[in-house]
């Protein structure tokens, strides 16, 4: 089940008021999971810690927040291992293509033949991708086109600036903005909008297309 966006911020405000869990699924009509979802990673201002210690549940937020500190020493913990895994293999041109050839096969375009593109919202996922793209084969920049799907109420040369330095794609390679329509009911704070990146290479599609489905036959 979908919620307004408002009702997640009043959650948010509520929570900075130092209100608890249970008050703020209650005053809100949602669950307790929900809420937890919505709040878990709000910091509280001394104001709001005073009012959940004079109702004696400020315990449950400093349980909250050593939930959060193990959990996040924990991730960094592997995320240092990942790291220096990954680096072993750094130089190793063919890991790239693989890499780049298993985000295309989840995320590209496979329909069409005469170019690539690929296409995603996270900007960690355009970067991934393009990087392993461009360390993998031999690129020519100048083939480069990006098109933006926003809502109405994005700013779109903002917008062009934001993805122009996650892809490492200058703005005059972008092609005019397709506008999606929003009713303003649902408004995705900090959504960026979603990134359509196409090369023109016929040739590369090809490459990737013939990885991807070698891919099953090297665990086979």
């Avoid at 997640?8 to 999971?33: H, W």
């Avoid at 500190?69 to 220096?84: D, E, H, M, Q, V």
């Avoid at 190793?92 to 919202?121: M, P, Q």
């Avoid at 009911?185 to 016929?202: E, H, M, N, Q, V």
């Amino acid at each position: 089940m979908s919620h307004p966006i408002k009702l997640k911020e009043k959650a948010t405000k509520l929570r900075k008021k130092g209100y608890s869990l249970k008050e703020i699924s209650d005053k809100l009509g949602i669950s307790k999971s929900t809420t937890s979802l919505w709040i878990g990673d709000i910091d509280l201002n001394q104001k709001a810690k005073d009012r959940l210690k004079k109702r004696g549940i400020l315990g449950q937020y400093k349980s909250i927040l050593l939930r959060r500190k193990r959990k996040k020493a924990i991730l960094g913990r592997f995320r240092k291992a990942a790291r220096k895994e990954l680096a072993k293999n750094k130089s190793d041109k063919e890991i790239y293509r693989l890499l780049c050839s298993i985000l295309f096969w989840c995320e590209g375009s496979k329909g069409l033949i005469s170019a690539l593109r690929f296409t995603n919202s996270d900007p960690e996922m355009i970067k991934c991708f393009l990087y392993c793209l461009r360390e993998g084969f031999e690129i020519d920049e100048n083939k480069f086109r990006a098109l933006i799907h926003l809502h109405d109420y994005h700013d779109e040369e903002r917008q062009i600036k934001y993805w122009s330095r996650i892809a490492n794609i200058p703005k005059e390679k972008f092609y005019k903005s397709y506008r999606k329509p929003n009713t303003g009911k649902r408004i995705k704070k900090d959504y960026p909008g979603c990134l359509a990146i196409t090369y023109f290479d016929a040739e590369l599609v090809k490459k990737l297309w013939a990885y991807y489905k070698e891919v099953p036959n090297i665990f086979s």
